[in-house]
């Protein structure tokens, strides 16, 4: 492998040393299968695109992008374009859809307070390193009142910030996650000290359907709910009650939001099932038992396991700083230095042998649940200690690999898999026309090493080129 750089755009689109070789001209006399191309687009040249449902790619391929979406795909050399169309040469490149995380807080990873500065630089974090979709579920300024005003400022700035949906304010119990847990705030802390931190907390006799109108009244794209009486070393905790998380999941049904749980163990997915949730947010860290396995195949209910969670707590426990080349390239210098403090690191939640089982039975019941045809979907919980933006999503793609899925499976799981749990199957995910143009170009294929995920050659965002990427090419 050769070093890690920072890959810089050509400055000129349409110089030629922008190409690896002399591209063929878009001029010449088209074949008789000749594509027009429309004036105002962008070309890539000469790509074999990745499909990871079928597992293969394809021959070299044009890909045109106008006006922020793929407007075809034609093989290569068949286009017939305006003279001076802007091209970029992919000969010998693989394209990918831009990976989707859907589970993702705006933040670096470090133990620094976020601010507004912060969570921007965040944002560009993830498109460098390819990420170009997110699910944030609530907290780290993505509460109710915030939620909508990040996502309009992302709208408007598409190459330094990916395309954004989330749950607004996830809903807890009193006492419970994350308040009492990762806030340390007590049980009476008042509702508008809570809101500010992106949480909702569900107090007795609150009108449930109120509730959960006033959050689609906000723009949330799902409600995320806290069943969960722990998690250790903070167990046990109050948890929402059964009644309670059925009328949460009716009401937000009822107004076509879907419902993801965050929760720990098996026992907390046979609640989720039993009220008709949507996706658990994370993978349980006790065996699955092949009953519940089978009953989330058939509620297709999502799974997304945040392998890089459970990395980040091993790392922790470890008490080790992130030496990974990929992440040292492109993750901020002061959320590694952040996490290198003594008292930090001696006050880790669990110790390495726990942190490894956890590893373990997550892998362990990804592997079972994929082979039962439930929905997988890729989520890292960044913002979480050396869970870190963007990066986290290489790191989950290799560990599910390591559980057992196929390289195939993985891009799956990071493509349209989370295109599906955003509920926008037509709309991102996959290389094909009418998608929005979140395109990753890659120096090698990841469907035989899933690391190659990490050489990247270049980033579009809504058909925009990301200003720098992170590559291990």
């Not at 750089?5 to 088209?30: G, H, K, Q, Y």
């Not at 400022?153 to 395309?163: K, M, Y």
């Amino acid at each position: 492998m050769r070093p890690l750089t920072i890959a810089l755009p050509c400055l000129a689109l349409l110089a030629a040393s922008c190409a690896s070789a002399a591209p063929r001209s878009i001029n010449d006399p088209p074949s008789s299968q000749a594509t027009a191309v429309a004036d105002g687009s962008l070309i890539i040249t000469g790509v074999s695109i990745i499909d990871p449902v079928r597992g293969s790619t394809s021959a070299p391929q044009d890909i045109v992008i106008e006006a922020g979406r793929i407007a075809a795909t034609a093989p290569a050399g068949t286009l017939t374009a305006p003279a001076g169309t802007p091209r970029l040469d992919g000969t010998g490149r693989f394209a990918m859809a831009g990976l989707i995380d859907v589970h993702a807080h705006v933040g670096e990873g470090g133990i620094a307070p976020g601010d507004d500065a912060t969570r921007a630089r965040a944002l560009r974090q993830f498109l460098r390193y390819g990420v170009t979709t997110l699910f944030v579920p609530g907290a780290t300024g993505a509460g109710d009142a915030d939620f909508p005003a990040l996502r309009e400022r992302c709208r408007s700035v598409v190459a330094s910030c990916p395309g954004l949906y989330g749950s607004g304010s996830l809903i807890t119990a009193p006492g419970s996650h994350p308040v009492s847990t990762i806030f340390n705030m007590p049980a009476d802390t008042p509702a508008e000290v809570t809101e500010a931190r992106g949480v909702t907390v569900l107090r007795p006799g609150m009108d449930i359907d109120a509730l959960i109108a006033a959050k689609q009244a906000a723009g949330v794209d799902a409600i995320k709910i806290v069943i969960e009486d722990g998690p250790p070393p903070w167990y046990p905790k109050p948890r929402l009650a059964d009644a309670q998380i059925r009328a949460l999941v009716e009401a937000a049904h009822a107004r076509s939001l879907p419902v993801f749980a965050h929760i720990s163990t098996s026992d907390q997915v046979r609640i989720a099932l039993d009220a008709g949730v949507d996706g658990i947010m994370h993978g349980p860290t006790d065996r699955l038992p092949d009953e519940l396995v089978r009953r989330m195949a058939e509620q297709r209910m999502t799974f997304v396991a945040t392998f890089a969670l459970y990395d980040g707590i091993l790392t922790w426990a470890r008490g080790q700083r992130e030496s990974d080349p990929y992440a040292l390239a492109g993750v901020e210098p002061s959320a590694i230095e952040s996490l290198t403090a003594p008292p930090f690191l001696a006050a880790a939640a669990t110790d390495e042998a726990e942190a490894l089982g956890y590893l373990a039975n997550v892998s362990d019941n990804l592997r079972r649940a994929a082979a039962a045809g439930v929905p997988i979907a890729l989520g890292t919980d960044v913002n979480n200690p050396f869970v870190f933006p963007g990066y986290s999503a290489h790191e989950e793609l290799s560990w599910m690999v390591r559980a057992g899925l196929t390289p195939a499976q993985a891009l799956q799981a990071g493509t349209v898999g989370g295109a599906a749990f955003l509920r926008r199957p037509e709309q991102v995910g996959r290389l094909a026309p009418g998608y929005e143009a979140d395109v990753v170009l890659l120096a090698r294929n990841p469907l035989e090493r899933i690391e190659n995920s990490r050489s990247i050659v270049a980033v579009f965002a809504d058909g925009e080129r990301v200003a720098e990427v992170v590559s291990a090419e």
